[in-house]
């Protein structure tokens, strides 16, 4: 939490308290000005400062200078974090699902801007339900894209095969191998730079990545889409399960 969220909490802290306080004069006042400020702040709390200003200007000013405070605050710290972006590619992904014409392009951008939000704020702001079904359209082109590089490898192979090249492929091997993924501990992560990983985040299902990079607390990841890939960051502490994959005797 750094210094700049720290201060708008105390402020929020300190509105609502001078709110109190002001209702609390408002009641002693007269019953109705205390129901008004209660119930249709901050308008009411205004006319009612305004108008017994000589008696009531203290709490008045610390409510309406608290409130100013943390609000303008919140609203730069939203900014800073990349809340509009979260707004805006939010709203092109509600329309593009519900005409079933979202894009990946749009789709990514959604994601990228999740992220980042997250990463910085701590705070998910975006329906569950929104980002898994973002998450899946997503998960489907990654499969679609894996299906056709692999069928691309494969023609390359099967026009740059030799003969000779053939017979050994299908010789015995002494030592036979088998690619499976494997748990290892997050820590450990650093040493696997590179290799593809699946990830179980907390309350999603297990994904697929290429880890990039291991530093500190997070882990840089890339994921592929049809218009290429993009890459993001993930904290430790929000992974519950971590393997690896690697080649293993049989």
């Known amino acids: 939490?750094?210094?700049?969220?720290?201060?708008?909490?105390?402020?929020?802290?300190?509105?609502?308290?001078?709110?109190?306080?002001?209702?609390?004069?408002?009641?002693?006042?007269?019953?109705?000005w205390g129901l008004g400020v209660l119930l249709l702040s901050p308008f009411s709390a205004t006319a009612f400062g305004l108008k017994y200003w000589n008696n009531e200007k203290k709490p008045f000013l610390v409510y309406i200078l608290t409130t100013l405070g943390y609000i303008s605050l919140a609203a730069y710290l939203f900014s800073t974090?990349?809340?509009?972006?979260?707004?805006?590619?939010?709203?092109?992904?509600?329309?593009?699902?519900?005409?079933?014409?979202?894009?990946?392009?749009?789709?990514?951008?959604?994601?990228?801007a999740n992220l980042a939000f997250i990463e910085k704020s701590g705070i998910e702001i975006n329906n569950p339900q929104l980002v898994s079904m973002v998450q899946q359209q997503l998960d489907l082109e990654t499969a679609r894209q894996a299906e056709l590089e692999a069928i691309r490898k494969a023609q390359e192979e099967r026009d740059n095969l030799s003969a000779s090249q053939m017979n050994k492929k299908i010789k015995p091997q002494e030592e036979r191998y088998r690619l499976a993924y494997r748990t290892i501990?997050?820590?450990?992560?650093?040493?696997?730079?590179?290799?593809?990983?699946?990830?179980?985040?907390?309350?999603?299902?297990?994904?697929?990545?290429?880890?990039?990079?291991?530093n500190g607390n997070s882990l840089k990841l890339t994921q592929r889409t049809r218009n290429g890939s993009y890459s993001f960051s993930l904290r430790n502490n929000d992974i519950e399960k971590l393997r690896i994959l690697t080649k293993q005797p049989y």
């Open 1 to 32: 939490m750094n210094l700049l969220t720290t201060i708008t909490q105390a402020l929020a802290a300190a509105s609502m308290l001078a709110f109190i306080w002001l209702t609390v004069r408002a009641f002693r006042t007269h019953f109705g």
């Open 81 to 112: 974090w990349g809340g509009w972006e979260v707004l805006r590619t939010s709203a092109l992904v509600e329309t593009g699902l519900q005409n079933r014409n979202l894009s990946s392009r749009n789709a990514e951008a959604f994601m990228k």
């Open 185 to 214: 501990r997050v820590t450990d992560a650093k040493k696997y730079v590179g290799a593809t990983v699946k990830i179980t985040r907390k309350n999603a299902q297990e994904k697929e990545y290429r880890l990039i990079a291991a």
